[in-house]
């Protein structure tokens, strides 16, 4: 008996759900050295490394850089003040606007994690030549563009 393409689907092999697990795996190891040393969650952590390498934002701008949510990124901001991590300075050129920017301690704390999660990608790499590290990231790349082209392409027929 000849089999179909509902016969042959197996989850295991299947693209996107490797991608969950793939996600999940990397994801659960980082996370467990923010929050683990400092208390800090996902969201907090990535509102902290879009400020890390540029400040002042507005939380508009947090939200643009860093794929989180504006919900997500208020609660990230609330939780970073209330560490001590974060400032918010109204902005001298538009009253309406909230500067953001790390703390003496918030800085302190971005470097030490930074350290951190680089020497973890450094193990989650580990094994992987520069050229495959290179073809790594242009594969990723390419995925993601068709999955954003897909989404367009969705999101047009509404």
Known sequence: ????????FQLESFFPYLVRI?????????????????????SEWRAMAVLGN??????GEIVKRSSIDKVRVSRAIAGLTKAGY??????????RKVALQL?????LVFQDLVAK??????????????DERDQL??????????ATEIEARYHSED
Not at 29 to 38: F, G, H, P
């Open 1 to 8: 008996m000849k089999k179909g393409p509902l016969d042959a």
């Open 22 to 42: 793939y996600y999940r795996a990397v994801s659960q190891s980082v996370s467990n050295i923010y929050e683990r040393e400092y208390n800090i969650t996902v």
């Open 54 to 59: 540029e400040q002042p934002l507005s939380a």
């Open 86 to 95: 974060l400032e918010r300075r109204v902005d001298e050129n538009d009253r």
């Open 103 to 107: 703390t003496r301690s918030g800085q």
């Open 117 to 130: 999660v680089r020497q973890l990608e450094e193990e989650l790499l580990a094994g992987l030549s520069e």
């Open 137 to 146: 990231r242009n594969l990723m790349a390419k995925v993601r563009k068709n």
